[in-house]
């Protein structure tokens, strides 16, 4: 069975940053197109950055310029780069993989890890 793990949430400070990684278990899926969401307390899933198996990369404006989505597809893992963290950064990040056409949207996706909790503290 498929799986996505999430790890390298944590709390910090304001200003601080995070490192998360998510491996993909099945190649099927790490060879499409990967991407992090996150939920905050009593909002709505998503979207915050995607990566294509071909590095091409786009953001949610509110991170463009600060977040930076990587991947090794040797690997299978895709990586969120989160410098300048602050409370508004506080919520459940999970990465999505799918096999057929990418969303953007947090209530679609065949394939979402559990989640790792990221939380700024002011």
């Known amino acids: 069975q498929a799986q996505l793990e999430e790890i390298g949430g944590g709390l910090v400070q304001t200003g601080g940053s995070l490192i998360l990684s998510c491996a993909v278990s099945?190649?099927?899926?790490?060879?499409?197109?990967l991407g992090w969401f996150r939920q905050a307390p009593g909002k709505e899933r998503e979207f915050v950055a995607a990566c294509s198996w071909g590095n091409f990369s786009y953001y949610e404006d509110s991170v463009k310029g600060r977040f930076t989505i990587s991947r090794d597809n040797a690997k299978a893992k895709v990586y969120l780069q989160m410098p300048s963290l602050g409370p508004e950064d506080t919520a459940v990040y999970s990465c999505k993989a799918d096999t057929t056409e990418w969303s953007n949207s947090g209530a679609a996706g065949r394939l979402w890890g559990q989640g790792t909790q990221v939380t700024g503290s002011s």
């Open positions: 099945d190649r099927t899926f790490s060879r499409h197109t």
